[in-house]
């Protein structure tokens, strides 16, 4: 998170809490009390009583070296969203069948704000490399699940996100408001996404949308391969079929009555 954004959050107490526990990503697992300190905007006293409240629930953990790392706590608490864990284990089966077909990465993610999150990944051993792990986050429009869940996200949402800025990691991701907003009309015709080296130069992926009980889409599951050997017309099918599945678990129906 950036640096100035942590001291604004923390002017609150509250605020105060929740930048230390902000200062904890996936580049900065573990870090001092000064590294604390530094990141949350704190000075070292503040930092030290808060981090010994945080440590004393469970929320941090702190290593024979002095360093502090996210305690279980938090993990238990996490699992309780609805769009976490208890997603992950309605999911998982049809996860595990779209791997057993394919035998690449599999994903599931959902929406936050303007970023795709990944809550579970499957991937085997000859599986093209990709830059995801559980927790990662995206922007919407250079994955395959972030262009499923834009693409079913209401019309002003979508417009807000398509005038920019739209970030670039390869000569081949989308960075123009008019060809994003085909592709979003054509994954809506389709009914998958396809992103081609949006994020590296040899990754294709192939998503679909997941639906929640009322039909509005709750999550998008993707299969990942190289781009030189992807046969999108075979992929579809089978990660319509994943996500089609996954729906069905969480009780939403075609017809659009609850299962």
């Known amino acids: ?7 604004v959050t923390a002017r609150s107490a509250p605020g105060r809490l929740l930048a230390v526990l902000a200062a904890f990503d996936h580049t900065h697992p573990a870090l001092s009390l000064t590294d604390i300190s530094r990141r949350a905007g704190l000075t070292l006293t503040t930092a030290h009583r808060l981090v010994s409240a945080l440590t004393e629930w469970g929320a941090l953990e702190r290593d024979p070296s002095g360093v502090y790392h996210v305690g279980l706590r938090l993990w238990e608490v996490a699992a309780l969203a609805p769009r976490g864990l208890a997603l992950r284990q309605v999911a998982l089966p049809f996860l595990e069948d779209l ?3 394919t035998h690449e990465n599999v994903q599931l993610a959902v929406r936050d ?4 999150v990944y809550t579970e990944w ?7 490399g990709v830059h995801i792990r559980v927790g990662a986050r995206w922007p919407l429009h250079v994955t395959g699940v972030g262009l499923a869940l834009l693409a079913h996200s209401d019309f002003a949402l979508q ?6 800025p739209l970030a670039s990691y390869t000569a081949h991701t989308i960075t123009d408001p008019t060809r994003l907003r085909r592709v979003l009309a054509e994954v809506r015709r389709a009914g998958v996404a396809v992103s081609s080296r949006q994020v590296t130069d040899d990754a294709l992926s192939v998503a679909a ?4 009980p009322g ?9 990942v391969v190289p781009h030189a050997d992807a046969q999108v017309p075979v992929l579809a099918p089978a990660v319509r079929l994943a996500a ?4 069905r678990a969480l009780g939403w129906q075609p017809d659009g009555r609850p299962g």
């Open 1 to 7: 998170m950036d640096q100035g954004v942590l001291a």
């Open 99 to 101: 791997y057993e077909a």
């Open 113 to 116: 704000g303007s970023e795709v």
């Open 122 to 128: 499957l991937s085997g051993r000859s599986a093209v």
């Open 159 to 164: 417009e807000e996100y398509c005038a920019g």
């Open 209 to 212: 949308p997941v639906r929640g």
């Open 215 to 223: 039909g509005a889409v709750a999550a998008a599951v993707s299969v």
């Open 244 to 247: 089609r599945g996954i729906s």
